[in-house]
């Protein structure tokens, strides 16, 4: 924990959180970074040794899985068409926009 986040315990920003945090990111719609774990365990610390402490979640990494998508909910669940995949998300965005919209904000 302390060589991920500089302080023993947790509630801290990871050097990766800071890094994007100062440097920004390249791309608005990705990560702003990943996290790799190699071997079978994780940092004594968990994800909290990547995680983004007191900063906005935004500043967040992703974990990479070592077994199956690499990223979690990647594909589509077991019975959902893409068709309907889509829907659902363009229905989201829709929800989304409307509450925006509701309180006054343009866009995020």
Do not use: C, I, Q, R
């Given at each position: 924990m302390f060589m991920n986040t500089g302080f023993q315990f947790f509630g801290r920003p990871g050097m990766g959180s800071w890094l994007t945090y100062g440097l920004g990111s390249?791309?608005?719609?990705?990560?702003?970074?990943?996290?790799?774990?190699?071997?079978?365990?994780?940092?004594?610390?968990?994800?909290?040794c990547s995680g983004s402490?007191?900063?906005?979640?935004?500043?967040q990494g992703v974990q990479f899985q070592s077994a199956g998508d690499p990223v979690l909910f990647l594909t589509n669940p077991e019975g959902v068409s893409p068709e309907l995949r889509r829907q659902s998300l363009d229905t989201l965005r829709d929800l989304n926009q409307m509450h925006l919209k509701s309180a006054g904000i343009r866009r995020l």
């Open positions: 390249e791309a608005s719609d990705l990560p702003g970074f990943v996290v790799l774990l190699s071997g079978e365990n994780e940092p004594d610390g968990g994800k909290a402490g007191f900063l906005p979640t935004v500043y």
